[in-house]
């Protein structure tokens, strides 16, 4: 065995423990990888836990400024939310003065402000998560609705969700921070906007004398920003959900019928939003600053391997790839026998024809099964090339030895050439014609270069023209050649080939059947083929010989002459001719009562008369 020309990075076990060890390095690297991830994870979720409470702690105190005019009370709401969070929170004013700190007196604020608190321009007041821009709605200043205006609100409220309820629509009623009540929809049937026309009175949204009031001032302050802008400032307001007014909504109007385009509305909602602020201005505190803890100073949280953690991971690390390393070992030495005693076999000159034992039902001994099978062919496919050689010198040997004979003779003056000597030769050349001729087409049929000159043939018409070429011979045999057709099934083939692999067929059959037998040749549509049968009631063939009457030279009775048994290469050749119109030919027989040959051809369309 030349075991010493594979490199050694080629060899098979080589290749399966590196591919091992990079296993079990991958393994080891994404168990730690899973672990700091997770980890980190951790973390990351305890930062967002400590940033929710941040973003509410910073929504309670714009609550606090939106509802007080300033902060002397929030000293209390501080210590309340620190206690809670375990945060420090520090609210000091725009110059750093101190309003109140949950941290002991003295102690140092952070370099930078966490956030800045002014309930007139803020985004970051949250319920929970929702994010809002502009002003805070918790700041209700003039628009806040007297108790009388509340309890009439609250009338029209309960008569419209009785309204609603009969129509099939559940809603619920909330009070916003100005005391309005407001109906929602529950009932995801329909649009939150949708109201039926029966509810549809408009006195739930109409405003109160309060409202009206707010909203006036909301316009004396507008009326300038708005002529400034060249736009309309004489039409009352719409009235919003919770100060009067909704400017974030840009699908409403913002109280004003601006025309034109989107830089018309953007500045008209620009003004209100100026002068909703004047005017909520005097009921919000002051603009403050907030600190949270340690600020932006605070380092990021880490997660980092301790030694001992290192040397686990290390440890674990070794014992996986010695496990990896030592199993792979074991598994590829077995992998690899039946693969060097294959290696061997195929190295074996080729008369040997080396067999390997199969010791294992897998792929690997699928494989020595497909080695010996190939062995065997290769075996066979050797003597059937060795018989073809002798069988082709024998089929040229005869026939040129009786021209030779005969020309040595003449030559020497023992024999005229009369007549019937040259018959003689001339049929001696036919034979060799014959054979040369039945070579040359199982070649071009072997290499594809057989080529077919297709037409529509008729299967009847096909059937007589061969019978009536071989009604001669049939005659002089004292054999009955008869003809069948079922239909007139029609071939799309070459019909000078179809004649040629028919008449090998006829010529076989006569020659096995004893005076006053028969042969028939029938003809049928079966499907989308046609099948041509050439039945005899000869002698038949062995069942032994039977899957070898289509290989060239094959005869049942290896004593028989040429003359006699023919050169045992027309069958080969009904079979490469039938194979390359796109069929399949078949032999069945039965000793003693004849035998049977099928061809299966495709069918085509009877074609149209004129």
Known sequence: MNRARIPLR??????????????????????????????????????????????????????????????KGVRATVRVLSARTGR????????????????????????????????????????????????????????????????????????????????????????????????????????????????????????????????????????????????????????????????????????????????????????????????????????????????????????????????????????????????????????????RALTEAAQQPPDRHARVPVTTRDETGILAEAFNDLAERRERLEAQRKALVSDVAHELRSPLTNIRGWLEVTRDGLVEPDAELLTALHEEALVLQRVIDDLRDLAAADAGTLRLHREPVAADELLAQVAAAHRVAADTAGVTLRTETDGVPWLDADPVRLRQALGNLVTNAVRHTPPDGTVTLTARRAGEQVVLEVADTGTGIAAEDLPHVFERFWRAEKSRSRRTGGSGLGLPIVRQLTTAHGGTAQAASTPGAGSVFTLRLPAAAAPRDG
């Open 10 to 71: 080629k060899r098979l076990l080589v290749r399966l423990l590196i591919a091992s060890v990079l296993i079990a390095v991958c393994s080891v690297a994404a168990t730690a990888w899973l672990a700091v991830t997770t980890t980190t994870r951790a973390l990351r979720e305890e930062q967002g836990q400590a940033l929710a409470d941040d973003m509410d702690i910073l929504a309670e105190l714009s609550g606090y400024a939106a509802t007080h005019p300033d902060w």
């Open 88 to 339: 420090r929170i520090a609210l000091t004013t725009a110059d750093r003065t101190l309003l109140a700190d949950s941290a002991p007196r003295g102690t140092s604020l952070p370099p930078r402000a966490a956030a800045t608190v002014d309930p007139l321009r803020t985004d970051t007041h949250s319920e929970r998560g929702a994010q809002l821009s502009g002003t805070d709605p918790r700041v209700v200043g003039p628009y806040r609705l007297t108790a009388a205006e509340r309890t009439k609100l609250d009338a029209l409220a309960r008569a419209r969700q009785g309204c609603f309820s009969r129509h099939g629509i559940d809603t619920t009623v909330d009070a916003m921070p100005s005391g309005r009540p407001v109906l929602r929809i529950t009932d995801g049937a329909v649009g939150p906007d949708y109201v039926p026309e029966p509810c549809a009175d408009g006195l739930l949204n109409a405003p109160t004398p309060t409202e009206e009031k707010a909203l006036a001032g909301l316009r004396q302050h507008a009326r300038g920003c708005l002529t400034r802008q060249g736009l309309d400032a004489g039409t009352p307001l719409a009235l919003g959900g919770v100060t009067g007014l909704d400017l974030r909504d840009p699908t409403v109007s913002p109280g004003f019928p601006v025309k034109g385009d989107g830089a018309s509305v953007r500045a008209a909602r620009t003004c209100l939003e100026d002068a909703l602020r004047t005017q909520l201005d005097p009921y919000v505190a002051p603009v403050a600053e907030l600190f949270l803890g340690g600020g932006d100073s605070a380092a990021a949280p880490r997660w980092d391997l301790s030694a001992a953690n290192k040397a686990k991971v290390v440890g674990a690390a070794g014992l996986v790839l010695a496990v990896t390393v030592a199993v792979t070992a074991v598994v590829a030495s077995r992998l690899v026998r039946p693969l």
